[in-house]
């Protein structure tokens, strides 16, 4: 199954190091988008989008990227993020519709709390920490395998 992974990460590099870790785990190829967006999305079985959720969100430039897609109708895709607190499925919600506006399949989400020093936590030294820790990286691994199986048998019927 041939598979992309997209990410954007920018303050701490936690979003690249869940991206590194689902990617590999999929055998899969990987794709910063603020150096690079592949072309040929169609030639992929699954894709994955994910970045920092800032102010409630994925970052513009992925919400962005995304929007700019042709149709993928029956794609398979998941969604995954890194954050400082909160409900992830909830911050997931504009890139879930994007993604769904774009004909794709949602096969599964993850999110995982990260280092968060923006605003005011910058000057406590930021919250979570030495997260992602290796729990996470786990959980992730966890979830590629997941996702990898159900993506699998449906492209198999």
Same mark, same amino acid.
């Given at each position: 199954m041939?598979?992309?992974?997209? *990410?954007?990460?920018?303050?701490?590099?936690?979003?690249?190091?869940?991206?590194e870790? +689902? /990617?590999a785990?999929l055998? /899969?190829?990987?794709?910063?988008i603020?150096?690079?967006?592949?072309q040929?999305?169609?030639? *992929?079985? +699954?894709?994955?989008f994910?970045s920092?959720?800032?102010f409630?969100?994925h970052?513009?430039?992925l919400?962005?990227t995304?929007?700019?897609? $042709?149709?993928?109708?029956?794609a398979? /895709?998941f969604?995954?993020?890194?954050?400082?607190?909160?409900p992830?499925l909830l911050?997931? $919600?504009?890139? $879930?519709?994007?993604?769904?506006d $774009?004909?794709?399949?949602?096969?599964?989400?993850?999110?995982c709390?990260?280092?968060?020093?923006?605003?005011?936590?910058?000057?406590?030294?930021?919250?979570n920490?030495?997260?992602?820790?290796e729990k996470d990286?786990?959980?992730?691994?966890?979830?590629?395998?997941?996702v990898a199986?159900?993506s /699998?048998q449906?492209?198999?019927?």
């Amino acid at each position: 199954m041939k598979t992309a992974v997209i *990410y954007h990460s920018t303050h701490h590099g936690n979003t690249r190091k869940v991206a590194e870790t +689902l /990617a590999a785990e999929l055998e /899969a190829d990987l794709f910063d988008i603020s150096k690079s967006v592949p072309q040929d999305l169609e030639s *992929y079985d +699954l894709v994955g989008f994910g970045s920092g959720i800032y102010f409630y969100k994925h970052s513009r430039l992925l919400l962005h990227t995304v929007k700019e897609l $042709r149709n993928l109708k029956g794609a398979h /895709a998941f969604i995954f993020s890194t954050r400082g607190g909160g409900p992830p499925l909830l911050y997931h $919600r504009s890139l $879930r519709l994007a993604l769904r506006d $774009r004909g794709f399949i949602i096969v599964g989400e993850f999110s995982c709390k990260a280092l968060d020093t923006v605003g005011p936590l910058k000057f406590f030294g930021g919250i979570n920490k030495k997260r992602p820790a290796e729990k996470d990286f786990e959980k992730a691994r966890l979830f590629a395998q997941t996702v990898a199986g159900t993506s /699998a048998q449906k492209v198999s019927h």
